[in-house]
Nanobody, 115 residues
Framework: QVQLVESGGGLVQAGGSLRLSCAASGIIFSISAMHWYRQAPGKQREFVARIRSSGSTNYADSVKGRFTISRDNGKSTVYLQMNSLKPEDTAVYYC?????????WGKGTLVTVSS
């Protein structure tokens, strides 16, 4: 059974930082591309960041230079370090794993950035 469990969300003031974690089980984590997506109230879910099994990364333009995705294969965990947070970063953040042809999703963690 595949499980992705996000943690680390919360309330933070604009300009602050948060670190999200996503612990994976039931997949071969080391070969999986891992992603973070987010969904703001009333908006569609959008891509935030990707880290491939090779360690290469991609970011949405809106978070480039502020967010950093990383992974620890020994802990089967992917992280999202979020700095210089803005009110528009407020959203539910979802972890996504793609070990092969199927994608798996976590239940999300809420990040609220106050102005």
């Amino acid at each position: 059974q595949v499980q992705l469990v996000e943690s680390g969300g919360g309330l933070v003031q604009a300009g602050g930082s948060l670190r999200l974690s996503c612990a994976a089980s039931g997949i071969i984590f080391s070969i999986s591309a891992m992603h973070w997506y987010r969904q703001a109230p009333g908006k569609q879910r959008e891509f935030v960041a990707r880290i491939r099994s090779s360690g290469s990364t991609n970011y949405a333009d809106s978070v480039k230079g502020r967010f950093t995705i990383s992974r620890d294969n020994g802990k089967s965990t992917v992280y999202l370090q979020m700095n210089s947070l803005k009110p528009e970063d407020t959203a539910v953040y979802y972890c996504n794993a793609v070990p092969g042809d199927v994608a798996y999703w976590g239940k999300g963690t809420l990040v609220t950035v106050s102005s």
